[in-house]
């Protein structure tokens, strides 16, 4: 099990404006997710070697089937451990750093990279009392959620979630900690990735996590997308 503890570093360098692209199918890198990854393609190996050699950055791109160049946003990652096997291969833990808008496609092969923007998160005009109360609620929300999953050995542990400081941290940090914590559908998951509005991304989160409560609750197996 890969285990985090809160709060996670932010980048202490300058973010270039072109990186390498890891598409991958079903896959989505919000702020602050540790994510485990196994490189054994001959392409990803080199961008693998490029990342490290120019400060560990890669974005990860959710791709679908028969999707040829990904274009959207994307969340970007830094490299924390690297471990090179015998045999080229790598095994890597990147960490969520940012949200990024791909410009262009500046490489297509032997791996893509892309010159991207930073978005930053913005607020929608709303009063601080309205603020504090979908962080108290995405936290009470979040920790009953989390209470009724079921960790399996190559999930990724959140130590310190429960007794987070909510009302200390912005209020989309709290929203995507939760995200990724909870192991929401990839579809779910880019669309949290994709609200660049703290405020907006809140209210979704929100109603995701009543709906999957009540479907615990009453023990039903749907499953549901945001709208």
């Not at 392409?43 to 990342?51: F, H, I, P, V």
């Not at 709303?126 to 999930?155: A, F, H, M, R, W």
Request: glycine share 6%; with cysteine.
């Amino acid at each position: 099990m890969h285990e985090v503890t809160l709060p996670f570093p932010e980048e202490s360098h300058r973010i270039p404006s072109h990186v390498p692209v890891f598409p991958l199918e079903g896959v989505v890198l919000l702020p602050g997710e540790p994510m485990p990854l196994h490189i054994f393609e001959e392409r990803y190996k080199l961008m693998t070697e490029a990342a490290l050699m120019e400060g560990g950055l890669i974005a990860i791109a959710q791709v679908t089937p028969g999707q040829a160049l990904p274009s959207a946003i994307f969340g970007l990652g830094k490299i924390v451990m690297d471990e090179k096997t015998m045999d080229g291969r790598f095994n890597l833990i990147l960490l969520g750093m940012k949200r990024i808008r791909v410009k262009s496609f500046v490489q297509e092969k032997p791996f893509l990279r892309a010159e991207i923007e930073i978005l930053e998160d913005s607020f929608s005009q709303t009063s601080v009392n309205v603020i504090n109360t979908l962080s108290k609620e995405v936290y009470e929300l979040g920790k009953q959620l989390l209470s009724t999953k079921k960790k399996g050995p190559n999930d990724v542990s959140y130590p310190d979630l429960e007794n987070l400081p909510y009302d200390l941290l912005p209020l989309g940090m709290l929203c995507d900690l939760f995200s990724a914590a909870l192991g929401l559908p990839s579809l779910e998951k880019q669309m949290i990735l994709e609200e660049s509005d703290a405020v907006g991304r809140a209210e979704k989160l929100i109603f995701t996590m009543r709906f999957e409560l009540e479907r615990h609750r009453s023990g039903a197996s749907a499953s549901t997308s945001l709208q």
